[in-house]
């Protein structure tokens, strides 16, 4: 059995080598003990993006938390000020 390999130092990096494995494991021509040790490293891979993911999410909610109002244009398709006050004019 080969040397377990590093996780990767970027989300993207992770990403790029388990779809090569993908496409490896595809073409169906690999010798069964490397496509086993290729599937090992996918899963490896696939919950190191996970985890990345995670914790992305956890980061937005916690940004999102009562200090990002949602964005809401109005009926016109521009939030421009000027046309807020159109509605009082008579």
């Known amino acids: 059995m ?3 390999a590093s996780t990767p130092k970027t ?4 990403v790029s080598e388990l779809e090569a494995i993908v496409r490896q494991m595809e073409t169906g021509s ?3 003990e490397q496509a086993l040790e290729q599937y090992r490293r996918g899963i490896v891979l696939l919950r190191h993006c996970q985890d990345r993911l995670d914790a992305a999410e956890q980061q937005v909610r916690i940004l999102e938390s009562d ?3 949602p964005f ?10 000027a046309h807020q006050g159109d509605s ?3």
């Open 2 to 4: 080969t040397k377990p």
């Open 11 to 14: 989300f993207e990096a992770a």
């Open 30 to 32: 690999l010798p069964l």
């Open 67 to 69: 200090t990002l109002a």
């Open 72 to 81: 809401q244009p109005d009926a016109s398709g521009t939030n421009d000020s």
């Open 88 to 90: 009082t004019r008579g």
